[in-house]
């Protein structure tokens, strides 16, 4: 949860195909990615970065790709032919309940299942960290310590350091959080890669294919404040929460470069070329 109150409602999913072919990505492409966006554009994103699109796009584009929208929480989801010729896909957070039943929460379920079983790399931010556990086969629900929103310190696990050797991640991983649900059990076979004192699973993978971070790397200040301003109107938080908030970015600085690195490394498939090279290097 962490893109504030849905303002539209989303159009009914419709079913998808069975099953996602998973063509080899032509030599010398830029790549070819998506953002199955699951919230609505606040009017301030909207004005401000022209939509969530640009927000993770200014994060994680590099020159030579192709990046496209598809606005799941509206039930626009990739054909089979499209997905196919996708190399990755982002989740993006969401006011909704990952947990939940809506028809179109339900229809990405099936697609994330289906193109992680077809090889194709999938990154889950907040909301769509926990969508990607309940798809892979694990459970989400409300946190017991309730929100959690403003600067939080990731902290990495061994397992974390290994797989991103060559970036040598620091003991503290400053990012912005804003939810209230998070993941209580991870899928079968997967592994948490970072914790924080009041999320124990911040960042989980399974194999070199999935990789859910709880936190928002894409976020900036001003975004997460539109948001909590923007709950605080509709009663849905306390003015304390946005009082502590505030607070925290005068605490800690939230390292989007370092999470860039971390979110293309991953994404564009380039950590284990990087951690042949560091162990050359060792």
């Known amino acids: 949860m962490g893109m504030g109150p849905q303002l539209e409602t989303p159009a009914a999913a419709v079913g998808a195909p069975p099953t996602i072919p998973s063509p080899a990505t032509p030599a010398g492409g830029g790549g070819s990615y ?7 554009d606040s009017a301030y994103v909207r004005d401000a970065y022209g939509g969530y699109f640009n927000v993770f796009r200014a994060l994680l584009e590099e020159d030579g790709e ?13 054909s ?14 969401s006011c909704s309940d990952a947990h939940g039943d809506e028809p179109w929460i339900l229809a990405l379920v099936d697609l994330v299942r289906r193109v992680h079983a077809a090889g194709k790399r999938v990154l889950g931010v907040c909301f769509g960290h926990q969508l990607l556990c309940r798809a892979l086969g694990g459970r989400t629900g409300r946190s017991a310590k309730g929100w959690d929103i403003g600067v939080s310190c990731m902290h990495p696990t061994a397992a974390a350091a290994r797989l991103f050797a060559p970036l040598k991640l620091p003991v503290h991983m400053p990012i912005i959080e804003f939810h209230q649900d998070e993941v209580w059990d991870l899928p079968p076979h997967a ?5 924080s004192d009041k999320t124990g699973v911040e960042m ?3 194999g070199d294919r999935a990789i859910g971070v709880q936190g928002h790397p894409e976020y900036s200040k001003d975004i997460l404040m539109s948001i909590a301003d923007r709950l605080l109107q509709h009663n849905l938080i306390l003015d304390c929460q946005v009082d502590v908030a505030k607070a925290s970015f005068d605490v800690r600085t939230p390292d989007k470069e370092l999470w860039r690195k971390v979110c293309t490394g991953f994404l564009k498939g380039r950590l284990q070329s990087q951690q042949k090279q560091h162990k050359l290097l060792l």
């Open 34 to 40: 998506a953002v199955l966006q699951c919230g609505e």
């Open 66 to 78: 192709r990046w496209r929208v598809y606005r799941a929480v509206r039930g626009e989801l990739p």
């Open 80 to 93: 089979d032919a499209e997905a196919a010729g996708i190399d990755g896909f982002v989740i993006s957070g």
């Open 191 to 195: 592994e948490v890669l970072a914790r």
């Open 204 to 206: 989980f993978r399974l």
